[in-house]
C-alpha cells in the first residue's frame, strides 16, 4: 500500500515536470521553427537573386554588344537596318520591346515607331544618373507593368536624332518565371522592389496583397497590423543591405517576411509566406522532439517509474522505426529529385548545389559546358521521341567520357554540364574537349536510323580561372558559344547566345555575375 502511494506521488510529480517541460520546450521549438523556416526562405531567395543578377547582366551584355555596332555603322541607314535585325531575337528572349533613348525622352523603336515618352522616364533614370546599365520599370496606362534594361552608348544619329541609350522592355508577366514558385511549393510570393518599396518585379501573389500594388511596405502599414518598431527596423535594414526577417497579420492571417539585398541599384528581394504553410511543413519535427523529451525524461524518472520507462522504450523504438522508414524514403525522394527523369544523368537542381559545395569547400575542379549541335532537325525530321532516344544515347556517351569520381548532368533540353574534379590545366582541357566532341560526333543508330549530331564544348576551371563559380559557369558558357561560332553552329553572330528566356533561367538558376 505504502508502495502504491510512493508511486501514485512519484508519478503526479513526474506529471508535473511533464507539463511544465513540455510549455517551455514548445515555446522554444516554436522560436526554432521562426527561425529556421525564415532562413530557409532567405537561402531560397538568395537563389532567386542570383537568377536575377545573371539575367541582368546578359541583358545588358548583350545589349552592349549591340550598341557597339551602332557605334560603328557609318550611316543612319545602316543603323536603323542593324536595329531591325537585332529586333529578330524578340521571339528568342521574349522582351516587349528593343528600343533606343535620349535624354530629352525622344524614343525610337524597332518597328520604326518614333516619339516622345516622358512618362516612362523613370525607368532610365538611374542609368543617365551613374552613366552604368541599369534596370528599371515603369507603369503603362492600361496599368501594366514593364521592366527595362537599359545600356548607355556614344551618341550616335538615326534618322536626324541623336540617341545615348538602347534598351529592351518585358512585360512583367514574362518576367514571372524567374522569381515565382521557389519556396514551399508555390506557395509563397516574391518582390523585388527598391529600398523604399517601390516593385520593380513582382509574381502573381498567393497572398491575399492586391496585385497592383506599387509600394509593398507603404502597402503593408497602411493595411495590415504589422509591429510598428519591428516595421521600423526592416526599413532600416534594407536601407542599410541587411537581412532579415519580420511577421505580419493581414486579412487574419500570419504572414512570414524575408527580404535580402540584391546587390546592385539599392535593390531588395523580399519573399512572402503564410505562417500556416510553414508550421505544417514543421510538424514532424515537432511531433519527433516531443516524443524525445518524454524518452528523457523517462530515463531520468527509470527508478521510480519503472512501468513509465517500459512505456518510453516502447514509444522511442516505434518512433526510431518510423524516423528509419521517413529517412529512407527522404533519401529515395532526394535521389529522385536530383536525376533527370529521361537521361538518368544528375539534374540542374543537383548542379547548382553541386557548384555552390565546391565553392563553400574550394575543392577545384574543371567546368564543361556542352550544347548539341543540329539535334532540332532530329525532332523536326523523326519527331520527339526520336529526339530523346538521341538524348539517352548521348547521356550514355557522356558517362563514358568521365570517371567514376566525376559528375555528369543534364541542365537543359539539349544542354549538358560536366564537373571534372581535381587540379587541372588548360591543355588538359582542351584535349579533353576534343575527345568529347569526337565521342559525340560518331553516328548513332537508333530505331533502325542513323543519326549524326556535333556539339559544342567550352570549358572553365576552378580556381585557376576564378575563384567565384558564378564567374567560371560565364566562362564555360561564353567559351562555349565561341566554339558554337568558330563551327559554324551558331545561328546568329550579332547575339553572343541564341536561346529561349526559359533555358536561360534554367542554366544560370544557381549562379549570376554582379554588374
Sequence with gaps: MQRS??????????????????????????????????????????????????????????????????????????????????????????????????????????????????????????????????????????????????????????????????????????????????????????????????????????????????NLFDFLEENAWVDQRRFADVREHVQEGVSGSAEYYYESKSYYLVYRSVGFQDLIIVGIVDRSVVDAGMQKIQTATILLLFVMLGTITFTLARFIKLNAQQEVAEKETALRAEESERRKMEGLANTDGLTGLFNERCFNRTLKEKEEKEQPFALFYLDLDKFKPVNDTYGHDMGDLLLKAVADRLRGCIQSTDLAFRIGGDEFALIVNGTLDDAWCEEQVEKIKSVIRQPYVLAQ???????????????????????????????????????????????????????????????????
Design 5 to 214: 502511494k510512493e508511486r501514485t506521488v512519484w508519478s503526479i510529480l513526474l506529471a508535473v515536470i511533464l507539463v511544465v517541460s513540455l510549455g517551455g520546450y514548445l515555446v522554444y521549438v516554436q522560436r526554432q521553427f521562426y527561425d529556421e523556416s525564415t532562413q530557409n526562405l532567405l537561402e531560397t531567395y538568395e537563389q532567386v537573386d542570383k537568377t536575377f543578377t545573371m539575367f541582368a547582366q546578359r541583358n545588358w551584355n548583350v545589349l552592349g554588344e549591340w550598341g557597339k555596332t551602332l557605334e560603328r555603322d557609318e550611316t543612319s541607314a545602316e543603323r536603323y537596318k542593324n536595329l531591325q535585325i537585332f529586333n529578330e531575337e524578340k521571339d528568342t528572349w521574349q522582351y516587349s520591346g528593343l528600343y533606343l533613348f535620349n535624354e530629352d525622352c525622344v524614343y525610337l523603336n524597332a518597328n520604326g515607331e518614333h516619339g516622345t515618352a516622358k512618362h516612362i522616364w523613370g525607368a532610365f533614370e538611374e542609368m543617365y544618373a551613374t552613366g552604368e546599365p541599369s534596370v528599371g520599370s515603369y507603369t503603362m496606362k492600361n496599368g501594366e507593368r514593364r521592366v527595362v534594361f537599359a545600356v548607355p552608348i556614344s551618341p550616335v544619329d538615326v534618322n536626324g536624332d541623336t540617341y545615348t541609350c538602347i534598351a529592351v522592355s518585358y512585360d512583367n508577366e514574362t518576367l514571372e518565371e524567374m522569381i515565382g514558385g521557389h519556396a514551399y511549393n508555390g506557395q509563397s510570393d516574391c518582390y523585388i522592389v527598391y529600398s523604399g518599396g517601390r516593385v520593380l518585379l513582382s509574381e502573381e501573389p498567393k497572398s491575399e496583397i492586391e496585385t497592383r500594388m506599387t
Design 449 to 515: 536510323k542513323t543519326i549524326e549530331v556535333g556539339t559544342s564544348c567550352g570549358f572553365a576551371v576552378y580556381p585557376a580561372d576564378s575563384a567565384d563559380v558564378r564567374t567560371i559557369r560565364i566562362l564555360a558558357d561564353h567559351r562555349m558559344y565561341q566554339d558554337k561560332e568558330k563551327t559554324g553552329a551558331a545561328v546568329c553572330k550579332a547575339l553572343p547566345e541564341k536561346r529561349s528566356i526559359q533555358s536561360d533561367f534554367r542554366k544560370f538558376s544557381a549562379g549570376s555575375g554582379r554588374p
